[in-house]
Nanobody, 123 residues
């Protein structure tokens, strides 16, 4: 059974940074890609960054590109999301998700999900 566990969320001031972690079960190279998804209050969940596990190719949604960085540590079964220059509109729940075949960085292409971690950006 696929398990993904997020951590690293919390309260941070505008302009601050957080690093989210997603620990995945099994061999991380069995996954085609891991993605980070963001759900603001009252909004749809959307993909903000994804990484291919074998070749490390990264994708970023426009509004996080340059501020967020996705990375993977195969030896630690972990995918990270480094978030810098955080804004109040980055407040919401962040989920990591996994897919086993080629797809896009969209919710419908990811069948396996973690429980999410809350990020609040406020002064």
């Amino acid at each position: 059974q696929v398990q993904l566990v997020e951590s690293g969320g919390g309260l941070v001031q505008p302009g601050g940074s957080l690093r989210l972690s997603c620990v995945v079960s099994g061999d991380p190279l069995d996954y085609h890609a891991i993605g980070w998804f963001f759900q603001a209050p009252g909004k749809q969940r959307e993909g903000i960054s994804c990484i291919n596990m074998k070749d490390g190719i990264e994708y970023y949604r426009d509004y996080v590109r340059g501020r967020f960085t996705i990375s993977r540590d195969i030896a630690k079964n972990t995918v990270y999301l480094e978030m810098n220059s955080l804004k109040p509109e980055d407040t919401g729940v962040y989920y990591c998700a996994a897919r086993f075949v080629y797809g896009l960085c969209v919710r419908a292409d990811f069948p396996s999900w973690g429980q999410g971690t809350q990020v609040t950006v406020s002064s």
